[in-house]
Each structure stands twice: as structure tokens, then as C-alpha cells.
């Protein structure tokens, strides 16, 4: 193992990380995504630091093929741009690059200073950066090309003791960024890795604060949840920790039912799970189909005029199960098309038809016919 050194501000040397060679982690260069290595080698060979960062490097060391590469860099957005033919800056205030090759993005993103907090969008360099990730597991750099882990944060030894521990202080890590929560419960349950006491009490002091995130970012998780072949158990830990009803509301309700309803949802959530397990297939209108499923369903059995108005009930049940999330109108509408069984059309009730009696003419007085009626 090797160290990293600074010199502080009084000139002497200060370990700031550990080193991990080949010998001592376990990731198989095999398993590396070729694109990936290729754009971290480009940057170094422009003069540039690029480490692989994030869930790919915990995904890595535990032997599983990671979903998104992110790369970290000492260069600026524009730097990167110009390094990078195929590529284009996003974001307003934290900006960072997409690169593109073939069919795949990857996120590049330039080390973050702790000058404003962890929030704050500062350049700054990788020892800086390392102290604004949430939590050890994730603050870990992968350098492809020596194939050494740079290590700020005791993030190896956390991952060896399958633990989830915060790198920013629990007094301000939560209310920073609520979200922090969601991903705090989504790493212990995708990894098995437990949460330690006095982590899982700043979650349930600070659940509340959950309701003040932005929908969009609330949805971004969502989807993951939706996606990770681990839902089920993601959303009853996020219940169990009151956090779920921030995201949606309505299967929070469900899960706070006894009895059939509550049964029939999370089948229908494990099905989802088990589908994604099975196929692979992550298409969000697949996914919904089977989480709207209880809804819909409910919704048939509203009386309803005809089939078009049925199916509006169902529509309009299904956006409330997911609100305030809002997703793909296509994606929800394929959703509740799979899902939606017409009504039988109510029969139509004729009634009798009443029949109209011929009087014959008669005196309005004595009944008898009057003469002029006979006169023909």
C-alpha cells in the first residue's frame, strides 16, 4: 500500500490518502468499459488528472459489471470540449460534459472545491472533491491506466467491513441535500451493506425534509428505484423509515393498509423485479405496467357511462398513484392501456311502449253516436 502526501500551510507533510496497487484490490481489469479507459487516457495524455469515480469503482471491487462510468478531472468544461470531439457542456450552474461514444454518454465532470460547502460549484482539486461525495463506498478513484485506487476517506476499508458511512457530517449531510437519504437506504439494500446507528437516526430525525426536494430530482429516483431489480425492498425500507411518502404518496398509503390490497402491490412490485431480473429490460412503460396494475384495476370497477369515460377514471387514478412525480405521458398512457380491461356495457333498458285506444265518436252528453256521424 502506498501514501499519498501534502505539505500543509507549516511546510510539513501530511498523509492525505492511501494508495491501492494492483496486488491489493480486486477489480479485474477485464470488466472495465474500453470507452471509458480510452477517455481517461486522453485526458492524462493532454496533461490532465482522470480518475473513474463514484458507483462504478464500488461496483467494480464488488464484482459486478457497473451500469454509468463517471470521470473525474482537473480540467474545465471547455478543456474537456475541445479535448473531445464528440462532446457538449450541460448544466447551468454545476456545468460538467457529456462525451459521447457510439451509443454511450459519459459524464466528466471537473473536481469540486468544499469552498462553499458541498453543494457549491467551485472548481477545486481531488482532495477537495473526495470530501464533497456522500458517503465512503462512492469517494473512491480508480485510476485505469497505473491501476491504483486513490483513497481519502477509508472507502476501501468501509466497503471490506460492508458498512454505509457518511463522508459529510451528519449534522449537515442530510438537510444539504435530503435526496442524500434515498441514496443512503438504495446503497444499504443494492449492496447488503448496513447503515450504521447513528446514520439511520439522522435519516429518521431529518425524514421531513425529504417534502422540500424538487420533483424532478424526487423522479430521477424514482426511476432508479423502479429500475434496480431491488424495488420491493427499497420501498418498504423507505417506508420503514418514513421517507417513501415524500416520493409517492399513494403506495405509501397502500403499504400502510392490511390485507389484500397491500398483498396485491407488492406482487406486483416483485413481478417488476423479477421481470427486470429476468429480461433485463429496464423500459419505463414496462416497469409501470406492473406498478400501476392495483390502480387501474381499481379504477375499472367505478361505474362508469362507457368505455371511454372508464378508461379516463383510469387514466387519471394511475397519475394520481405516481404524483407529485411526473413521468412520460406515453410511458404512463402504454402503462394503463396494458393494464385497462373495458367494462361491460350496461344493457338497455325499453320500456313498454304504450299503446294509443281509438275512441269511437260519441255525444259527449247521453254516449250516444251523434247523427251526423252517420251521415256518410
Keep these: 500500500m502506498l501514501t499519498r502526501y501534502h505539505k500543509a500551510e507549516n511546510g510539513k507533510l501530511e498523509k492525505k490518502a492511501l494508495i491501492y496497487t494492483a496486488a491489493e484490490h480486486s477489480i479485474d481489469m477485464r470488466d472495465l468499459d474500453p470507452d471509458a479507459v480510452r477517455i481517461v487516457r486522453k485526458l492524462r495524455e493532454n496533461g490532465h488528472e482522470a480518475y473513474i469515480v463514484g458507483g462504478a469503482v464500488r461496483d467494480l471491487l464488488l464484482a459486478k459489471r457497473p ?89 476501501m476499508r468501509d466497503i471490506k467491513a460492508k458498512r454505509i458511512v457518511p463522508v459529510i457530517s451528519l449534522k449537515t449531510i442530510f438537510s ?19 447503515i450504521a446507528w447513528l446514520t439511520r437516526l439522522a435519516i429518521r430525525r431529518t425524514a421531513p425534509l425529504l417534502r422540500t426536494a424538487s420533483v424532478s430530482r424526487l423522479g430521477e429516483e424514482a426511476i432508479k428505484i423502479i429500475s434496480s431489480a431491488k424495488a420491493l425492498s427499497i420501498c418498504l425500507e423507505l417506508h420503514a423509515y418514513g ?21 396485491a402491490l407488492c ?77 361491460e ?16 265518436p260519441h255525444d259527449d252528453a247521453t254516449g250516444a253516436i251523434p247523427p251526423a256521424a252517420l251521415d256518410t
Excluded at 416520493?247 to 390490497?261: N, V
Excluded at 396494475?293 to 379516463?312: F, G, I, S
Design 176 to 194: 444539504e441535500d435530503p435526496v442524500r437519504m434515498i441514496r443512503a437506504i438504495k446503497y444499504s439494500v443494492s449492496t447488503g451493506f448496513s
Design 345 to 360: 356495457p350496461k344493457p338497455k333498458l325499453h320500456k313498454p311502449r304504450k299503446r294509443r285506444r281509438r275512441h269511437k
Design 67 to 155: 451500469k454509468d462510468y463517471d470521470i473525474v478531472t482537473d480540467a474545465p468544461p471547455p478543456r474537456i470540449k475541445k479535448i473531445f470531439y464528440r462532446s457538449r457542456i450541460i448544466g447551468r450552474r454545476f456545468r460538467l460534459v457529456h462525451v459521447y461514444a457510439g451509443q454511450k454518454i459519459y459524464e466528466v465532470s471537473t473536481f469540486r472545491s468544499i469552498g462553499q460547502g458541498t453543494i457549491g460549484n467551485e472548481y477545486g482539486t481531488i482532495d477537495e472533491d473526495a470530501l464533497r461525495r456522500d458517503f465512503s463506498i462512492n469517494a473512491l478513484y480508480y485510476d485505469p491506466v497505473a491501476n491504483h485506487i486513490v483513497d481519502y476517506v477509508q472507502g
Design 243 to 263: 421517507l417513501l411518502g415524500a416520493i409517492l404518496p399513494a403506495m405509501a398509503d397502500f403499504l400502510d393498509r392490511s390485507g389484500p390490497a397491500r398483498q
Design 267 to 343: 406482487d406486483d412490485i416483485q413481478a417488476m423485479d423479477d421481470y427486470v431480473n429476468r429480461s433485463g429490460d429496464k423500459t419505463l412503460g414496462a416497469l409501470l405496467t406492473f406498478l400501476l396494475r392495483q390502480p387501474v384495476l381499481a379504477a375499472v370497477q367505478v361505474p362508469a357511462a362507457d368505455t371511454a369515460e372508464a378508461y379516463r377514471n383510469a387514466l387519471q387514478q394511475a397519475r394520481a398513484f405516481l404524483d407529485p412525480i411526473t413521468l412520460p405521458r406515453i410511458e404512463v398512457e402504454a402503462a394503463v392501456r396494458a393494464n385497462f380491461i373495458a367494462p
